[in-house]
């Protein structure tokens, strides 16, 4: 099994930053691709940004690409989502989650593993 936990999420005006982590334990071996994913009230969930954890590959969604970067510090099992110039259609609880296997994908439905999410919100 593996845990997923995020933390950094909170409150922040549009144009702020903040940097989403998610620290990652249990059977955390092989390979394995981490992804963020979020989910605005009332809407489905949708992909944000994936990379393999060697952290050689990496894929974001159109709406947050040139803002978001996805990284990993693998000394410390934990990935993150740096976010830059933040609007309030960024509002949204954000899920960390991990997939057992090399390539990375932006369906949901790959994913093995999941946090509890952290809520984000961008006031205008």
């Known amino acids: 099994q593996v845990q997923l936990v995020e933390s950094g999420g909170g409150l922040v005006q549009a144009g702020g930053s903040l940097r989403l982590s998610c620290a990652a334990s249990?059977?955390?071996?092989?390979?394995?691709?981490m992804g963020w994913f979020r989910q605005a009230s009332g809407k489905e969930r949708e992909f944000v940004a994936t990379m393999r954890w060697t952290g050689s590959t990496s894929y974001y969604a159109d709406s947050v690409k040139g803002r978001f970067t996805i990284s990993r510090d693998n000394a410390k099992n934990t990935v993150y989502l740096q976010m830059n110039s933040l609007t309030p259609e960024d509002t949204a609880v954000y899920y960390c989650?991990?997939?057992?296997?090399?390539?990375?994908?932006?369906?949901?439905?790959?994913?093995?593993?999941w946090g509890q999410g952290t809520q984000v919100t961008v006031s205008s």
């Open positions: 989650a991990l997939r057992r296997g090399w390539e990375p994908t932006m369906s949901l439905h790959d994913y093995d593993y």
């Open positions: 249990g059977r955390t071996f092989g390979s394995y691709v």
